[in-house]
Every structure is written in C-alpha cells, then in structure tokens.
C-alpha cells in the first residue's frame, strides 16, 4: 500500500493568513493526489483533484501543487469558515489510501 | 444536481446483522462506482472497497474483505453495505462516495451513516 503522510498534523492560524499543508508518500504517484475538507460534524468534501484541479464550486482560495512524492494544499486568505481537517488521498496504486489528515484552527 | 444519500443511524448488538444503503441520484448513467469508507471516532478516512453501480462488480480492500459485504440495486440507483455478525469493533461512522476512476477521486458524499455496536 501507498503510504501517506501530512504535516502538520495541527496548527492553528489567522484569518487572512495563507496556509500550506504538504502531504508525501511512500511510492511515487503518477496520477495525482486529490484534497478533501471536513468541517467538525460534517462529511468529507472534495477539494482538488488530480494534484491541481479545482472541484466545481470550490472556492478559488484553495489551490494544489506537487508531483511524484511530494504535494500540497494552500489556503488563501483563511477563512472562519475553514476550520476543518484536510486529508489527501491518492488512488493511483490499489487500495486507495488517505492521509491521517492536518486539523486547521483558527 | 447529483446527490447521495445514506439509510439513518444505527444501533446494534454484537453479533447481529446489519445492511446500510446508499442511493444516488441526479446521473444519467449508472457507470461508475460507490466506495465505502469507514471513519471510527476521532480517527481518520479508511477505503474499505466500492461497488460497481451497474453490474454490481465489486473491490474489497483486503483489510475489509471477508468482514463486509458490498452489494447494488441498479434499479433504484442503490448500494449496500453489509455485515453478517457484528463487532463492537464495527462501531464507527460509515460514509459512501461516488467514484468513477477517471479523476480518482471520491467526488460526492453521502452525509453518513453512524453504527454503534454495543451491548
């Protein structure tokens, strides 16, 4: 299995702040990482897809970089409305594995 | 607008069965997947496997395979999950996703379905 790591694992920041969360794996991934939000009490939410890709509907604020091992998420101009922990998933290797997931407070 | 809805929470005793559905609406055609992920309390996101809504082809992550069954109403736009005998183990909210293996992503949830397994 495609091991995944994130850090940091929490942190807590300001609105109007930008901030990155990387995610990196055991194996090279080829096709790509996706990013999902989930709000307290809430289910998971698509962010990007395929490393860099916007899901309809998501803020422009949210942004995905990275290749081979290596990726990240960024936070544009952070929100109240963004506390929430994001995971990445890759599903380019069977079975798709998530990340433990990065808690963002503000 | 596509939409996923899950069947309402859960409680159970060990050992009794237990069959959760999923039901998507809003796609013109039925190919492509639902998976199923487990999220126990406090924890992360677990792939267990997914379905084919269409013929109801199915993969099992080998963590999950033999502890679950996936099964899928293509009629009724609606996929299963299931348990035979339950542990307290088991205990954990339940989500499914749409998945069509082009983007590989989970692209929409249902809003989840919470199981507790206690005596």
């Known amino acids: 299995d495609i091991q995944l790591t994130q850090s940091p694992s929490s942190f807590s920041a300001s609105v109007g702040d930008t901030v990155t969360i990387t995610c990196r794996a055991s194996q090279i991934i080829t096709s790509g990482l996706a990013w999902y939000q989930q709000r307290p009490g809430r289910a998971p939410k698509l962010l990007i897809y395929?490393?860099?890709n916007l899901q309809s509907g998501v803020p422009s604020r949210f942004s995905g970089s990275g290749s081979g091992t290596a990726f990240a998420l960024t936070i544009d101009r952070l929100l109240p409305e963004d506390v929430a922990t994001y995971f990445c998933q890759q599903a380019n290797s069977f079975p798709p594995t998530f990340g433990p997931g990065t808690k963002v407070d503000i | 607008e596509v939409q996923v809805v899950q069947s309402g929470a859960e409680m159970k005793k060990p050992g009794e069965s237990l069959k959760i559905s999923c039901q998507s609406s809003?796609?013109?055609?039925?190919?492509?997947?639902i998976a199923w992920v487990r999220q126990r309390p406090g924890k992360g996101l677990e792939w267990m496997g997914m379905v084919y809504l269409r013929d109801s082809d199915t993969r099992y992550s080998p963590s999950f395979r033999g502890q679950v069954t996936f099964s899928a109403d293509k009629s009724i736009s609606t996929a299963y999950l299931q348990w035979s005998s339950l542990k307290a183990s088991d205990t954990a909210m339940y989500y499914c996703?749409?998945?069509?293996?082009?983007?590989?992503?989970?692209?929409?949830w249902g809003q989840g379905t919470m199981v507790i397994v206690s005596s």
């Open positions: 809003g796609y013109t055609y039925l190919n492509f997947w």
């Open positions: 996703a749409t998945y069509t293996g082009d983007r590989e992503s989970f692209d929409v």
């Open positions: 395929e490393t860099s």
